[in-house]
C-alpha cells in the first residue's frame, strides 16, 4: 500500500501568523507543536507545511481541518504533501529564484524530497514543484 505522506501543505495564511496556525494544527490534531510536528513556513508564498513526527492519519488531519471553523475564517486550505507528484506555490515573490525553491522543497526539515524540476511563472506569481519518486520510479 502507497504510504500516507507525513507533510500536510497549509495554503493562504496570509490571515494567520505563524504562532497562530500552530495553536490552530495542535487545536486540531490535539498533539504539540515541536514535539509531535514541526511547522515550517514560507511566507514568500504564504504557505505552511506540517511534518509530523508522530504517527497520525494525515489524510484524516486534512479533512478535519477543510472542517474547522477557525480554518475557513482564514480561508486555509490543506492537502496532503504528495511527494510523488507537483505541487503550485502561489504568491511567489518576483525576485525568488528555482533554485531557492529547489533548496527549500529539497530540504528534510520541510518534508521534502529530491526535486526533479521547478517552472516560475512570473506573471502568475506561482511555480509548479515536482518531486521525484521516492522510490526511484519517476
Not at 494525515?58 to 492537502?79: D, G, L, P, Q
Request: glycine share 6%; hydrophobic share 35%.
Amino acid at each position: 500500500s502507497a504510504k500516507i505522506s507525513p507533510s500536510v501543505v497549509f495554503e493562504n495564511i496570509e490571515g494567520c501568523s505563524p504562532q497562530c496556525l500552530r495553536m490552530l494544527l495542535e487545536n486540531i490534531s490535539g498533539l504539540t507543536a515541536d514535539n509531535d510536528f514541526t511547522v515550517e513556513v514560507i511566507p514568500e508564498i504564504h504557505v505552511a507545511v506540517a511534518t509530523f513526527t508522530k504517527t497520525i492519519d494525515t489524510e484524516e488531519f486534512v479533512k478535519n481541518c477543510s472542517r474547522n471553523k477557525r480554518m475557513k475564517e482564514f480561508n486555509i486550505t490543506a492537502r496532503l504533501l504528495e511527494l510523488t507528484q507537483s505541487i503550485k506555490a502561489e504568491n511567489v515573490p518576483a525576485g525568488i529564484s528555482t533554485d531557492y525553491l529547489t533548496v527549500y522543497f529539497e530540504s528534510a526539515r520541510n518534508g521534502g524530497g529530491p526535486v526533479s524540476d521547478v517552472q516560475l511563472f512570473p506573471e502568475e506569481k506561482s511555480a509548479i514543484i515536482t518531486f521525484y519518486d521516492h522510490n526511484g520510479n519517476a
